[in-house]
Nanobody, 117 residues
């Protein structure tokens, strides 16, 4: 059974930083594709970052170098470091794992991030 558990969300002021964690079980983060998505109130879920088994990372343009996805293979955990946060980054952030064996997708329950003064 695959479980992805996000943590590290909270309230932060504009310009601040947060690091989200995604603790994985039942799926090995180092050999599968892991990613972060977010969904703001009233909006569709959107892609934020991906890290492939090779370690190659990808981001959408709006991240603008502010976010960094990484992983700790020993802890089987994926991280999202978010810097220079803006109110528009307010959303629930979800961790996603995609199996390289069968392309099944697994989602965590999300971590809420609020950027406000």
């Amino acid at each position: 059974q695959v479980q992805l558990v996000e943590s590290g969300g909270g309230l932060v002021q504009p310009g601040g930083s947060l690091r989200l964690s995604c603790a994985a079980s039942g799926i090995i983060v180092s050999i599968n594709t892991m990613g972060w998505y977010r969904q703001a109130p009233g909006k569709r879920r959107e892609w934020v970052a991906t890290i492939a088994s090779s370690g190659i990372t990808n981001y959408p343009t709006f991240v603008k170098g502010r976010f960094t996805i990484s992983r700790d293979n020993a802890k089987n955990t994926v991280y999202l470091q978010m810097n220079s946060l803006e109110p528009e980054d307010t959303a629930v952030y979800y961790c996603k794992g995609t199996s390289v064996l069968n392309s099944m997708e697994y989602w965590g329950k999300g971590a809420a991030v609020t950027v406000s003064s």
